[in-house]
């Protein structure tokens, strides 16, 4: 079992950047970055596993993921758009299916959440 927190959330204008980080109890296993606006399904923006990373089109370009050796996953984003604005999850398995990389099924520990809000 890994345990998941998030935190660097805040408010941003359009074009800011923020860095989210999220603290993982255990290695060795696939982390993503998934995010939920209100009225929305939850899709997932970013995963990595083993340093080998794949990127939703829609942050492509703009957003990274990484992971430190301290077990400890961010989230860089840049240029931020008003559609960003989210709450932003971290998550977690062993394994995902390729089908399931950016679907909230393929992931069975989740952090709580934290808010991101980008205004224009």
């Known amino acids: 079992q890994v345990t998941l927190m998030e935190s660097g959330g805040g408010s941003v204008q359009a074009g800011?950047?923020?860095?989210?980080?999220?603290?993982?109890?255990?290695?060795?296993?696939?982390?993503?970055?998934?995010?939920?606006?209100?009225?929305?399904?939850?899709?997932?923006?970013?995963?990595?596993?083993?340093?080998?990373?794949?990127?939703?089109?829609?942050?492509?370009?703009?957003?990274?993921?990484?992971?430190?050796?301290?077990?400890?996953?961010?989230?860089?984003?840049?240029?931020?758009?008003?559609?960003?604005?989210?709450m932003y999850y971290c998550a977690a398995d062993r394994s995902v299916p390729t089908s399931l990389l950016f679907r909230p099924a393929g992931y069975t520990y989740w952090g709580q959440g934290t808010q991101v809000t980008v205004s224009s």
Not at 37 to 63: L, N
Request: charged share 25%; glycine share 8%; proline share 3%.
């Open 16 to 86: 800011g950047s923020l860095r989210l980080s999220c603290a993982v109890s255990r290695n060795g296993y696939r982390l993503a970055w998934f995010r939920q606006a209100p009225g929305q399904e939850r899709e997932g923006v970013a995963t990595i596993r083993d340093s080998s990373t794949v990127y939703a089109d829609s942050v492509k370009g703009r957003f990274t993921i990484s992971q430190d050796n301290q077990n400890t996953l961010y989230l860089q984003m840049n240029s931020l758009k008003p559609e960003d604005t989210a």
